[in-house]
């Protein structure tokens, strides 16, 4: 699942007229380079919650055939927040445990691998892995402690959570659909009970949440396409 419904207020007034998945860097919209990297990594079932400006994404990635993937959305008529949107997609999802990518971050965590950790999931044991990261400026006091692959609430050193996790339909059981619901307190609710687990990933990752992350980003991406072109003649 791509998480695609947000109004992406720091992103105005960019987000005002366009869906921030639909903003590009590097010629290519910021939910192309999820699909292509899902493709690559052998997913090609993608569902996606729809929002703010939805049918703008819907008309542009249509049914998924030019990313050589299979799109269903759910539509949620206002933002239902993480956790509320995940549980209203569950129908689309299915029973089995499944990956999530925040639809505003760029990086290459390693999505075939966490669909073989998502395998290890289940309603009695582990509802989700969620993969951190080093803590960017912009959130210096990041989110949990990762201690022996589980996540902990509390400890040092602490990590940020990247927007990338796999999760097992049980961690929503307690939400209606349609419900508006944070993801946090349901993490925290199971982390207390040892139910979380977690790596670090080293690589590539960025939080595209301002103007300027966009442009940042949009920049290095150019920059390694023509270094790429020129030492492949």
């Known amino acids: 699942m791509i998480l695609a ?12 007229t366009c869906p921030k998945p639909l903003l590009e860097a590097g ?17 090609t079932d ?19 055939a030019a990313y050589g993937v299979s799109i269903h959305y759910s539509h949620e008529g206002e933002a239902l927040e ?5 549980r209203t997609a569950l129908p689309l999802l299915g029973a089995a445990p499944f990956i999530v990518i925040n639809g505003d971050v760029f990086t290459d965590i390693d999505l075939a691998a966490l669909a073989r950790t998502a395998t ?3 309603a009695d044991g582990d509802l989700a892995h969620l993969v951190l990261v080093d803590n960017p400026p912009h959130h210096p006091a990041g989110d949990f402690h990762l201690h022996g692959g ?16 796999a999760y097992h339909p049980a961690l929503f059981a307690g939400l209606e659909p349609g419900q508006r619901a944070a993801l946090g307190p349901l993490l925290c609710e199971a982390m207390d009970a040892d ?13 595209i949440g301002t103007p300027e992350r966009l442009a940042e980003l949009d920049r290095s991406l150019r920059a390694n396409a023509v270094s790429s072109v020129q030492s492949h003649p």
Do not use: C, Q, Y
Request: proline letters at 4%; zero cysteines; aromatic letters at 2%.
């Open 82 to 86: 993480t956790a509320g949107g995940i």
């Open 120 to 122: 290890t999931l289940s």
């Open 195 to 207: 139910r979380i687990g977690a790596s670090h990933h080293h690589g590539r990752w960025m939080d």
């Open 150 to 165: 589980r996540a902990r609430r509390s400890g040092e050193p602490r990590l940020t959570f990247s927007g990338v996790g």
């Open 27 to 43: 010629g290519e919209p910021l939910v192309g380079h999820h699909l292509r990297r899902l493709k690559a990594a052998g997913i």
């Open 5 to 16: 419904a947000g109004r992406g207020e720091r992103m105005r007034p960019l987000t005002d």
């Open 46 to 64: 993608v569902v996606i919650n729809l929002a703010h400006l939805g049918a703008l994404i819907e008309a542009r990635l249509g049914d998924g």
